[in-house]
């Protein structure tokens, strides 16, 4: 081989050299940085994982004490509407009452013209 093909390729060796350790370097550095990048993740991870444990905890127990204050809730308005129908039943048969009452009245107002309307065609 010619000298000038050797120079050639140790030149192209070199180069591949350095640009490898170059690359190997910036691998390195990352590395570095992902590895403390993730320290500092699982540190801020458990304290953050036991609050989201006992918030969940938190929102089980409101959900159950819900749960509860609604079949409470349900209840009262099963026995406002038992109410409100009875009270509806009593409003009605008052009403009958009163239209009774207003027939008999018409009635004996009527019974009471005629008597007058006869006295005083005696007259």
Do not use: D, H, W, Y
Request: hydrophobic content about 50%; some cysteine.
């Amino acid at each position: 081989m010619a000298p000038l093909a050797q120079a050639v390729l140790v030149l192209c060796a070199v180069v591949l050299t350095v640009a490898i350790v170059v690359t190997l370097s910036s691998i390195r550095r990352a590395s570095g940085r992902a590895e403390t990048v993730l320290q500092l993740v699982e540190r801020e991870i458990r304290p953050l994982a036991s609050q989201v444990e006992g918030l969940a905890t938190e929102v089980r127990t409101l959900s159950s004490t819900a749960n509860r204050e609604l079949e409470r809730v349900s209840g009262v308005v099963r026995r406002v509407e038992e109410i409100s129908l009875k009270t509806a039943r009593v409003v009605g048969v008052v009403n009958s009452l009163a239209s009774f009452r207003g027939v008999t009245s018409v009635g004996s107002g009527l019974k009471r013209a005629a008597g007058v309307f006869v006295s005083r065609l005696r007259k």
